[in-house]
């Protein structure tokens, strides 16, 4: 399929999913999923089983089907979809690995961002490995991925798994904050404004990213969050595993002071239980003042 044909049908179903509209959406689609084209029985079944609520159980079996059919003739997001929905993806869960890493070989970026996210922190059957993450992320943030862009950025910035390379990390960062990447706001602020990872202060960057910073946290204010001190080390990638905290929203690094700040919703998880999820999740860290 012609990739402005299959931006003109995503465009079309956009709207008809806005107007609650299914049988427009499969109108627009059936046409080449009788064709057997690979995209367009992903784009119906994905649509279905991810934008709609799944309520008729004879539409989401042949949805199913045809999302099996598109995997098998080696659709990359096929496949990693139908390994995210049908094969649980755990930690150490050979068969969902296996799939995924054929999806991100095959070149699907959300299967690309995923394995840079294990190879970051460790969390899956097989090694910690910072070069195998830069790698994967890089696959991702070039074919636009914001939040593969930040991490690549940042593990520049840091000398992570390869040489560090500034320049490279803030070009990195600053096409994740031109999409919007809420953490790329915050650590180009701090990189411009106080020459955090070794950056030259820059006070025209600096008011840049942090009117983009002040203006995404009005439209999008902030939750309640608690600072941590670190005794020790912790880096990024080792962070993520806090949003595996049922009730925490997000992290970011303080910059200077070893710390960090975690954001969390207070209906789901209280300030002590975070404390003590904080330390469960093994890190040698305590409340900042």
């Known amino acids: ?11 079309k179903t956009k709207q008809a999913l806005n107007a609650d509209d299914w049988n427009a959406v499969v109108r627009l689609w059936q046409p080449w ?9 992903y784009q119906l079944a994905y649509h279905y089983l ?7 159980e004879a539409t989401c079996d042949q949805m199913k089907e045809l999302l099996r059919g598109a995997a098998a003739k080696d659709h990359p997001d096929a496949i990693w979809f139908q390994a995210t929905r049908e094969i649980h993806p755990r930690e150490t869960n050979p068969e969902f690995e296996t799939e995924l890493l054929r999806a991100g070989q095959l070149g699907s970026v959300f299967a690309q961002r995923a394995l840079g996210v294990m190879y970051a922190t460790g969390e899956w059957s097989g090694p910690k490995d910072l070069a195998e993450a830069a790698r994967w992320y890089r696959l991702a943030a070039e074919k636009g ?8 950025g940042f593990m520049l910035l840091l000398g992570e798994g390869g040489p560090k390379n500034t320049e490279e990390g803030l070009m990195w ?3 994740a904050g031109g999409q919007g990447e809420y953490s790329a706001f915050r650590l180009l602020v701090d990189c411009y404004e106080n020459g955090y990872c070794d ?3 820059d006070a025209a960057k600096a008011q840049l990213w942090r009117s983009r910073l002040e203006e995404y946290e009005r439209l999008n204010p902030p939750g309640p969050s608690r600072r941590y001190s670190i005794d020790g080390a912790a880096s990024q990638s080792s962070l993520k595993g806090l949003l595996d905290i049922e009730g925490v929203t997000g992290f970011a690094f303080m910059s200077g002071d070893n710390q960090f700040s975690v954001s969390y919703e207070p209906a789901l998880i209280t300030p002590a239980q975070l404390d003590e999820k904080i330390r469960a999740a093994g890190f040698s860290a305590s409340p900042a003042e």
């Open 1 to 11: 399929m012609e990739e402005i044909l299959r931006q003109e049908l995503l465009a």
């Open 33 to 41: 999923v009788q064709q057997g084209d690979a995209e367009a029985e």
């Open 50 to 56: 991810w934008c709609t609520p799944c309520d008729d």
């Open 145 to 152: 991925n914001a939040e593969s862009q930040y991490d690549l």
């Open 173 to 175: 960062l600053e096409r």
């Open 199 to 201: 950056v030259a202060v």
